[in-house]
Each structure stands twice: as C-alpha cells, then as structure tokens.
C-alpha cells in the first residue's frame, strides 16, 4: 500500500514504484494499492507489469490520505493477501491495514513514512 503512485511525483511514489517494477522484472507478481483524490471508485490499471488499483481517499491538503469505503478496502485488503507470499506496507495507512491484516503473520513487512 502507498499513499499515491505514479504518475504523481514524489520520494514515496518513486521508491514504491522502483522496488515494484523491479519485482515484476524478476517474475514476481506485483500488485499496489494506492491512494487517489477525486475518485468515486476504485480504479484498476497496469503500468510497467504492475497491478496499480487505485483506491478513493480523502487527502486534506494532500497528505494523510484518509481511505473512503472502508467496509470494501477492508475485504479487498483481506483479499489480496491470502494469495501471496509477502504484503509490503510504505504509508500512513499502514497501521489501519495492519489492523485488517493482523492474521497475516510473518508475511506482513511495513515501512511507515509519515507526509507533512
């Protein structure tokens, strides 16, 4: 999860878009929840081998992105996880994601990286 994706520009966006890319270059199936203002349902798209899936938040003044309907990114989260081998976490939502994934086990890692 990252609090936005490419196209927008900044160090999180580029980070989480470098390890991502970098991830599908090597075989791996890579999705990326992400944050987006000024939509009213989530988005899917594919950039570069990357599963982007753009999720409505609520940003005021653009940072701390606040998830909008919570009940369906909660199953969505549930969802994506049972699948996979690791769920990597580079944003202020981590800890609500945390909280949904807590069954997880080991296979959850988080970098938290606050905006200002």
């Given at each position: 999860?990252?609090?936005r994706y490419p196209p927008h520009v900044g160090g999180v966006e580029y980070v989480v878009k470098s390890t991502a890319e970098r991830l599908a270059m090597r075989g791996h199936e890579v999705t990326?929840?992400?944050g987006?203002?000024?939509i009213d349902s989530h988005r899917e798209e594919w950039i570069n081998s990357v599963h982007v899936i753009?999720?409505?938040?609520q940003a005021p003044g653009?940072?701390?992105?606040?998830?909008?309907?919570?009940?369906?990114l909660e199953k969505l989260l549930q969802d994506l996880a049972k699948g996979c081998?690791?769920?990597h976490f580079h944003s202020v939502?981590?800890?609500?994601?945390?909280?949904?994934l807590r069954g997880c086990g080991d296979?959850?890692?988080h970098n938290i990286s606050l905006q200002s």
């Amino acid at each position: 999860a990252a609090p936005r994706y490419p196209p927008h520009v900044g160090g999180v966006e580029y980070v989480v878009k470098s390890t991502a890319e970098r991830l599908a270059m090597r075989g791996h199936e890579v999705t990326v929840l992400c944050g987006e203002e000024n939509i009213d349902s989530h988005r899917e798209e594919w950039i570069n081998s990357v599963h982007v899936i753009r999720w409505p938040v609520q940003a005021p003044g653009g940072a701390y992105h606040i998830p909008r309907m919570r009940d369906k990114l909660e199953k969505l989260l549930q969802d994506l996880a049972k699948g996979c081998d690791a769920v990597h976490f580079h944003s202020v939502l981590t800890m609500y994601s945390l909280s949904v994934l807590r069954g997880c086990g080991d296979r959850v890692a988080h970098n938290i990286s606050l905006q200002s």
